[in-house]
Every structure is written in structure tokens, then in C-alpha cells.
């Protein structure tokens, strides 16, 4: 068999990765108090040898942390938290961009510190619950529309945010931009019915996109700066548009213009989500000229494949890496992946379902002469 291009090398801005298995950012609720640890640490660094880590969701404002147990990344304790995973990675060659993640409505006052409030472009109320550790499930609130103060402060906090992560060791950061948090909630008409320059066309939908992903490319590097995306997604309460081409036609266009180094783009319908157009991966892949991370239930085949044809550049892999700790080299020798997986301890506060999947042990043959 020839080799497969997915475990080569390659470049992403200045960074070498060692192979194009990306290990996709996933909520799992450890970090208590909203500060990295040890455990995270440990989780990761058993990860390392994917080309790219890219952790999960991590607020860049304590008004961002709408779910229970979420890191941030904006206090001087989460930036010594964070340094412990990006060292445990680093000590293995690995890379690591961390995932800055505004829940906007996405959230519920009690997973909020003192002081903070759920925001939103505007009051547009989702459906759905939350889960809170103090009351179970509860029901989305109403969000508070955010003021032009509110729209710059949350610009500042990402870019604060993001030269935090490059203190704390992070190779980059990538802007979470899908799935319905706050950057989504700017881009669609359903979530989004402001009356100023940053609602009504599609323009000014995506005004706070572009506005935070040049700002923060100017402040880290290009080369630093990715951005996650979801067309046609549904998390969070997102509902289709007519306009939704147009929308990432445009949004591609200006993100290939600032020049970040990856658009990473997601296909949940492998998890029962509506299918995502492959014209609109083609779509944006013609328009943006840098690297580009495809999402959405890959095996090794089918990630070759794409990358192959050209659709992507790196692919994600992300419930067997839960399991699989060393899911590159099982792939890579064609090791059989662990079925194991706890699903009811995705988002416990234990390591149990988190630390403690074993790697693979080849049956050994004892020769006796």
C-alpha cells in the first residue's frame, strides 16, 4: 500500500505538524472553577501525537461561560492553568491551538460567575435547555442585546484572550465561529435582527466576524489565527437562511483577505445533523487559499480521500480520540480502534472516562524452542 498522505508532514503557517490528524476540539467539563489542571494536562499530553491539538471551547470573558465546568482565558490563574497542558504537549511534540469559545445565549446564569451577563446580538431567546451543576437542566434565558460598549469589549476580550493563549504556550488560537455561540449568532438573520452596521445584510452580519478575526490576527500573527465554521449547522438553535451561500461566500472571501491560516470547517451529519452541501465546502475552499480543516465523522479512508481531491488540508478526528488516546498510531498500523467508549462521563468532573482509556497492547507470541 502506498502511503497514505494523511500521516505526513506539514505546514501550517510557521508550524511544522507531524502528520494531518487533527484532534478536533471537544467540551469536556473538567476544568473546576473554570482553571485548567493537571488532569486536562494529562489529557492532553496523551493526545500529542496528532499533528494539531485543538482544545475545547475556552471563553475568552467570564460573560462566555455558558456551560458548567468550562476553562477561560482571561485571568492570570487560567493562564498559569494552561501552561501545564501546553507544556505536557510541547514535552511530546505536539501542537496546540487553543479554542477561544463565546457561549453568547448559548448559557444560563447559573454556570456564570458573579457579575456577568448572558449576551447576545440580540434579545432573541433560544430553545432548549442547559445543563447546571446546581439545578439540572434548565430552559435558555432571554439574552441581553449588546450595546456598541458591549460589541467592543467583547472584541478586546478576544484579542486579550488570545495574546494570553500565546502567553500560556499556545502555538495559536482558533475562534469558535460555529455551532451557534456568539460569533454565529452575529452571522444569522434568525439570531441576528439588529438594526445598525452590524445586522440586516450580509455585510454587516459579518462585520463582528471579520472585526475579531483581523484584530486578533494583528495582535498574534496570521500565521496564529484560525477560525471554526458551520454552515448549515444546527447546534445552538440555528435555523437555515436563504442567504447561507452568499453568507460564506462573502465571509471566505474577507477571511482569505486577512489571512489566517485555516478555516476548519464542520459537517456534524454524521451525529444526525442535516447534511452540509458539499458545494459549500467547494465553495469556500476556492475562496480561501490557505489551509483548510474538514470535520464531521472521518475514518482514515475517507480523510485520505479528501485530502487527495483537494477538499482539505487536515481532518479532524474526534469521539475516537476520547477512547484512543493513541489513535494515530493505531491508524497509521492499522491497529484495531477501542469500542469502548463511556458516553454518560463525557462531561463528568472525574478522570475516570477521560484519563484512564488504555493504548494498544499487540498480543505478544512467545516462541518456545
Known amino acids: ?23 478536533s476540539p471537544m467540551t469536556r467539563s473538567r476544568a473546576i472553577g473554570n482553571i485548567p489542571n493537571e488532569l486536562m494536562a494529562e489529557y492532553y499530553g496523551q493526545r500529542a501525537d496528532a499533528g494539531l491539538i485543538i482544545t475545547e471551547g475556552t471563553s475568552p ?12 482565558m482571561f485571568s492570570k490563574e487560567q493562564v498559569e492553568g494552561w501552561k501545564k497542558t501546553t507544556s505536557a504537549v510541547h514535552k511530546k511534540g505536539g501542537k496546540i491551538f487553543v479554542q477561544l469559545m463565546h457561549t453568547g ?26 445543563w447546571t451543576d446546581a439545578q439540572k437542566l434548565q430552559d435558555f434565558p432571554l439574552p441581553i442585546e449588546m450595546t456598541d460598549l ?54 454587516n452580519r459579518c462585520k463582528f466576524v471579520l472585526e475579531v478575526a483581523g484584530a486578533v490576527a494583528e495582535a498574534i500573527g496570521k500565521g496564529k489565527t484560525g477560525i471554526r465554521l458551520s454552515p448549515y449547522g444546527v447546534n445552538g438553535d440555528m435555523q437555515p437562511y436563504p442567504e447561507i451561500n452568499d453568507t460564506y461566500k462573502y465571509l471566505s472571501q474577507q477571511l482569505n483577505k486577512i489571512g489566517i491560516a485555516y478555516i476548519h470547517i464542520i459537517d456534524h451529519s454524521s451525529m444526525g445533523a442535516p447534511k452540509v452541501p458539499i458545494e ?10 490557505n489551509t483548510i480543516i474538514l470535520s464531521g465523522g472521518y475514518d482514515k479512508e475517507r480523510a485520505e480521500q479528501d485530502i487527495e481531491s483537494g477538499l482539505g488540508d487536515l481532518i479532524t478526528f474526534g469521539r475516537p480520540f ?45 516462541s518456545i524452542n
Not at 470573558?61 to 455558558?66: A, I, T
Not at 445565549?105 to 435547555?129: D, E, F, M, T, Y
Not at 504556550?169 to 449568532?185: C, I, K, S, T, W
Not at 459549500?280 to 487559499?289: A, E, G, T
Open 1 to 23: 500500500m502506498n502511503k497514505m498522505k494523511l500521516f505526513d508532514s506539514y505546514k501550517l503557517g510557521s508550524l511544522e505538524l507531524k502528520n494531518r490528524i487533527v484532534m
Open 61 to 72: 470573558s467570564p460573560n462566555g461561560l455558558g456551560y458548567a465546568r468550562i476553562p477561560g
Open 105 to 130: 445565549r448559548i448559557s444560563h446564569p447559573l454556570n456564570l460567575p458573579k457579575g456577568a451577563q448572558i449576551i447576545a446580538p440580540s434579545a432573541v431567546k433560544p430553545s432548549g435547555q442547559m
Open 150 to 203: 458591549d460589541i467592543l469589549n467583547a472584541k478586546q476580550e478576544y484579542v486579550t484572550a488570545a495574546k494570553n493563549a500565546i502567553e500560556a504556550g499556545f502555538d495559536g488560537v482558533e475562534l469558535h465561529g460555529a455551532n451557534g455561540y456568539l460569533l454565529e449568532q452575529f452571522l444569522s438573520p434568525t439570531s441576528n435582527i439588529r438594526k445598525d452596521n452590524y445586522g440586516g445584510s450580509i455585510e
Open 280 to 289: 459549500i465546502k467547494k465553495l469556500i475552499r476556492s475562496n480561501f487559499k
Open 322 to 366: 476520547i477512547n484512543n488516546p493513541d489513535l494515530v498510531e493505531r491508524m497509521k498500523n492499522n491497529w484495531a480502534l477501542s469500542k469502548d467508549l463511556h458516553q454518560d462521563l463525557f462531561y463528568s468532573a472525574e478522570a475516570k472516562g477521560y484519563t484512564d482509556y488504555p493504548v494498544y497492547k499487540a498480543q505478544s507470541i512467545v
